[in-house]
């Protein structure tokens, strides 16, 4: 098998608009760093390539010059080689919507794979039976196809990334809590030199030490959202302060929510080892969570927004959102990515193998939020004018805005 690139066959197969378009295509895949592999399977002898990233696959391109009698001369493109959930996540363009229907991969019975008859699918909201193994096919798109085509690489490149994101972090806290247990603080014992010697570490280390602290940016979260016997209350992203800040002695209902298995598996063990009555706790991701509408009457979420760029950010708030009961109390806090404390504590994470993503300035944050919640207190005045590296929003359910 030879190992010209792709772009050789486009050259030298297509013609015209399928080459001018096919290169635009191929462009595009490589500006987005792309993996081309060359398929060493059922496609072996044709000239047709996966297009990868972080091992997982987007699409599949074919360059026909007659050597695959099954498929029609010059380029095809199929998409979405395992499901479309997510794609149900993204509002399109209902005109795009239908120009994606028209291309549906109907099950042809190739002998592809070891679906015979294929599967149902929903792409797009709308639902599909017998769909081939991928969800689309486009047999030479035209510049107006290459369009959507695109957008459909952006968001399955999001989604892939989006997952690896969730899942390297859930790693760090799972080693976190392997090695160091419930003693969060010995993890910040042994920092490497370049963060020590930072000008601003020791700023950084005075507000952890909570010295220093203007008394007007000190949010008691218990006293906003007094909790109370009959409350159920949801605490996004637990990690283990049930057993270290004192959530234990709430009298609301505790459910927890945190995406590394280990910190479960500690919570579950100090429950058992208290005789503590809690309402559940649950290992995943705080954009997506197992509970009823309005369900909770309070929550907070501290400590984990700042892992997320704004597409996720407005995912978990949404949900958020969905899970709160209407009027309820809510607090969550973002970092302040303009604070020299901020900054380091940004290295720490990065040091520790999770990187802050947090994109957005709290004007772009707070008009997002003010489609689900009612701010009813912040410090983000004192945050900002003391260098403070986190603002802390005390919020109430909108249930009437969205």
Known sequence: MSNREIESYINEILTDDDKKNALDFTKYLRENDLIFKRDMGYWAFTHYWWIMLNEKCLCFIL???????????????????????????????????????????????????????????????????????????????????????????????????RENNLDQIAKSYDRHFIEYGDENSLAYDNLPDYITNDPDYFKWKSECDGENIDSESIIDIESYLSPAKDMKFIQLGCSVSLMT?????????????????????????????????IGSLYCGSVHETPFEDSYFDIGDCIGVLEYYTREFVEKALIEFHRIIKPDGKFVL???????????????????MGRPDKFDLSPDEFESMIEKYFYIEKSNRAVSEKCGYMTMVYCLRCNKKCV
């Not at 609301?252 to 910190?263: A, Q």
């Not at 806090?333 to 040091?351: A, H």
């Open 333 to 351: 806090d973002i970092p302040n990515i303009k604070s020299p404390n901020g900054r380091v504590m940004m290295l720490i994470e990065e040091c």
């Open 63 to 161: 360059i026909n010059g007659g050597e695959d009698e099954s498929e029609p001369l010059g380029w095809t493109v199929w998409y979405d080689y395992s499901d479309s959930e997510h794609f149900d996540e993204y509002n399109m363009d209902e005109q795009i919507k239908e120009t994606v229907w028209k291309h549906v991969d109907l099950c042809g019975n190739c002998g592809g794979c070891d679906i015979p008859g294929g599967n149902t699918k929903k792409i797009f909201g709308l639902e599909f039976n017998n769909v081939c193994v991928t969800s689309m096919r486009i047999k030479n798109p035209n510049t107006t196809e290459l369009e959507w085509m695109k957008k459909i690489i952006e968001i399955s490149k999001n989604d892939i990334l």
């Open 245 to 277: 800040k004192g959530y234990d002695k709430w009298p609301s209902l505790y459910h927890g929510v945190d995406i590394s298995n280990e910190t479960i598996k500690l919570l579950n063990s100090f429950v058992a080892e208290n005789e503590l009555h």
